[in-house]
């Protein structure tokens, strides 16, 4: 029988590193590029899912879920988007939306204040239990993404720790040509001083700048990790993306994983990414339900909503269009929602109090249901947003 004892296969050049490694033991590592699921920490990063809306020119969660734009100092405000890909290089490989950021008109220029920015936060529990050997600095992970500018420049991405040791790595995408969609990989590696704990709160920020004034950067090193310092987030930054009107920075396919190697995106279900995203965020849109008017004169009214999903934390709960597009009936007459009164929360449901604009019966079972007198709606939100 022959036998073939070799320490390691390579491609033919030897200019990518060993794809299999062999060990004496005989066990063996290996490079390997398929769809390998449950290795991207990221959540949405296709941009598939926008619970809130599909557009906005508000700051912070409001289009696609789990991503924040950030924006400050300007003129006119940025807006940020769920778009369809219909064509390109992404397009080819699965992709069908993107987060796109188009600039207003800044026309005070570039100031030293004033940035924009898109950001995702990943737990801490989900870094300390992802496999990454972190305090090693031989041990990577590697985030990649699909990016496409309106200009010609180059941008920076920045990963900030939160835990103990708040720690600050930036790198660079390289100029970007105008209009055309890019794939950037990088890998990052371990540091000794970084920490995640094992629970739900926040452990790291990616942030990709589309602009930073300079009370925010200056001389610093790339390509490695430090202690952060709030004066100096990133190299000083091209200011074209930012005193462009219009100008447009879009983003998709973003996954980050344990290891020195890209694979291949890995692509889950809406339904999947669905139940993802809602341990962060759940929206009811005139919900239907019965609880009880407690008594009469008190214009009250209390009903109970079990979560699809637990959520990361107990949430905030806001209600937006209260009263336009739901009513109470109990029966024998109707009362329209006039005020969110008070709620009772934990990560698996919520006890909502809602204020009438009338009064009902006494103790009586009653209905919370779509009032059919108008077209609006009534869309009750709970929030756990890193």
Known sequence: MSQLKVNAISDAAGANGNAITLASDGTCTAKITNNLSNRNLI???????????????????????????????????????????????????GFRKVLKVTNGNQTSGAGATDYARIRYKLESQDLASSGWNYKSASSYITLSFWVKSSVAQNFYVQCKTSNTWDGNYVFETGSLSADTWTKITHSIPGNSNLVFDNAANEGIYIAWHLFRGTDNTGAMSLNTWAAENSSLLTPDQTSTWWTTNDATYELTGVQLEVGDVATDFEHRSYSDELARCQRYYQQYVNPCCTGVVPDNGSKAYSIGLQFQTRMRAVPTLTITNAGDGQNVHDGSSGADIASLNAADRNVDGASIYLNLDSDLGDFRPATLGRNDQTTNTTTYKFSTEL
């Open 43 to 93: 959540i949405n990063g296709a941009m598939l899912l926008a619970q809130r809306a599909t557009t906005s020119t508000a700051d912070g969660y409001k289009t696609v879920d789990r991503w924040q734009v950030n924006y400050g100092g300007e003129n006119e405000v940025p807006t940020q988007a769920q778009v369809a890909l219909t064509t390109g290089s992404p397009y080819d490989l």
